[in-house]
């Protein structure tokens, strides 16, 4: 079974799939956003959710709002949005892992 395939199966709001060099392009989606990044397998996921930074990714969206990038929510619903990618993430490679090959 491909990670991707996994991903589709996991249930958890992810969908996945495969690209033509092995790693399969992951997006989350909720009303507005996209979020997207890729990976080879469960331990490239787990790893991925371990660097994501909550305050990085705020940081990064405030500064582009700054410098007059559109569309950016307010604070608040950034930094909820943020934290549902985080805990996402965290379901994401909890199911994952859990496949055996």
């Known amino acids: 079974m491909t990670i991707a395939e996994k991903i589709n199966r996991s249930n958890c709001g992810w969908r996945a799939e495969m690209q033509e060099d092995g790693q399969a392009e992951i997006t989350w989606q909720n009303g507005e956003q996209d979020y997207v990044f890729y990976a080879k397998d469960a331990d490239e996921i787990y790893e991925y959710w371990q660097n994501f930074d909550v305050e990085e990714e705020v940081t990064m969206w405030l500064d582009a709002k700054r410098n007059g990038m559109q569309g950016v929510p307010n604070l608040l619903r950034l930094v909820a949005e943020e934290q549902a990618i985080d805990h996402d993430l965290e379901e994401l490679a909890i ?5 055996k090959d």
């Open 95 to 99: 199911r994952v892992a859990q496949y």
